[in-house]
């Protein structure tokens, strides 16, 4: 249980052109689901987080215009990076939380497998 | 600033040994506390969590938590090749919310020599 899913895995791209993520929960749903960024040998950095049905809140210094957050269904959520440059290459991984009967969640979230963005 | 402390490593051990390692924090009232790991290339995988002081075993491994010292731990018992990875170490910044996001450290490379 609790798989998530990320598509593409994989995307090379030329600097300017728009990418879309998408980001699936297949077994449960997800009220929220989380956005981040790792560059190499660094640690996951929080981007945002989206809720169903509502706007992403965009962690300090992260650009919302740039990177575009839909969360479309409890099961889905999008993340376009728009007008994209080399320094936005880096690993994307989305991560979401288990939605529990009351509307309550748990703390703990459960991970894509990650899509890996080149910006030449 | 909200802060999660690693030593990054490498921790190098052989096969069988116990590893240990170890996480500072700087929001002493954060509540819930995740260890996952990481393959290179690959996304995290939840290894275990804990809310409350005291230990938490599951299978070979082990998380501790000390509030007052502001210190989680992950020991990991017969260690194995496989266990080779990155041991990221998570703290949920959002107490009294229900956000939930997570604060990562920069993680701890471990390798298990045969």
């Known amino acids: 249980g609790a798989v998530v899913s990320q598509h593409p895995s994989r995307v090379i791209c030329k600097s300017g052109t728009s990418v879309k993520i998408e980001c699936r929960s297949l077994d449960f749903q997800a009220t929220t689901m989380f956005w981040y960024r790792q560059f190499p040998k660094q640690s996951l950095m929080l981007m945002a987080t989206?809720?169903?049905?509502?706007?992403?809140?965009?962690e300090q210094g992260v650009e919302k215009d740039k990177f575009l957050i839909n969360h479309a269904s409890l099961t889905l959520s999008t993340l376009t990076v728009t007008s994209a440059h080399p320094e936005d290459s880096s690993f994307y991984i989305c991560?979401?939380?288990?939605?529990?009967?009351?509307?309550?969640?748990?703390?703990?979230?459960?991970f894509g497998p990650g899509t890996r963005l080149t910006v030449l | 600033q909200k802060e999660v402390e690693q030593n990054s490593g490498p921790l190098s051990v052989p096969e069988g040994a116990i590893a240990s390692l170890n996480c500072t924090y700087s929001d002493r009232g954060s509540q819930s506390f995740f260890w996952y790991r990481q393959y290179s290339g690959k996304s995290p995988e939840l290894i275990m969590f804990?809310?409350?002081?005291g230990d938490k075993e599951d299978g070979r491994f082990t998380a501790q938590l000390n509030k007052a010292s502001q210190y989680v731990s992950l020991l990991i018992r017969d260690s194995q090749p496989s266990d080779s990875a990155t041991y990221l170490c998570?703290?949920?910044?959002?107490?009294?919310?229900?956000?939930?996001?997570?604060?990562f450290g920069r993680g701890t490379q471990l390798t298990v020599w045969p």
């Open positions: 991560s979401a939380r288990v939605a529990l009967a009351g509307g309550y969640s748990t703390d703990t979230q459960y």
């Open positions: 998570a703290v949920n910044i959002d107490r009294g919310s229900t956000l939930g996001r997570l604060y």
């Open positions: 989206s809720n169903e049905g509502s706007k992403a809140t965009y």
């Open positions: 804990i809310y409350s002081n």
